[in-house]
């Protein structure tokens, strides 16, 4: 138990590096517990969009004279992932599961729901 708490909340405190580390945990570790699958996958949910959001932004933030516009959206959109997902990570550290409040369920609806 204690060992599926620890992945589950290294998952959601993964989201400061975007949605790699969550789909790392859920793609490997899943298997060893309900709770890890669970906030795994929420975390991925979560961090899905917004790490696309943040690569199409910083490659758009290369054009001349509108470039900074596009950086300075990929580097808000990083902060707030950062922020919750840190809320998440210390929710889910005591036990308990997290759904984040903004979350679009990309994989839910790519990949199938749960």
Do not use: K
């Not at 902060?79 to 997902?85: A, D, E, G």
């Not at 990570?89 to 790519?110: E, F, K």
Request: aromatic share 8%.
């Amino acid at each position: 138990m204690r060992d599926d708490r620890a992945l589950a909340t290294l998952s959601h405190f993964g989201g400061v590096a975007g949605c790699l580390p969550a789909a790392v945990i859920y793609a490997t570790v899943r298997q060893r517990g309900r709770f890890t699958a669970q906030e795994s996958r929420e975390a991925l949910n979560f961090t899905l969009l917004p790490t696309l959001v943040i690569v199409v932004c910083i490659g758009l933030s290369v054009i001349p004279a509108i470039g900074w516009v596009f950086g300075l959206a990929a580097a808000v959109v990083w902060l707030s992932i950062t922020i919750m997902s840190l809320v998440a990570g210390v929710v889910v550290n005591r036990g308990n599961p997290y759904q984040y409040p903004l979350n679009t369920r990309l994989l839910d609806r790519i990949a199938g729901g749960r």
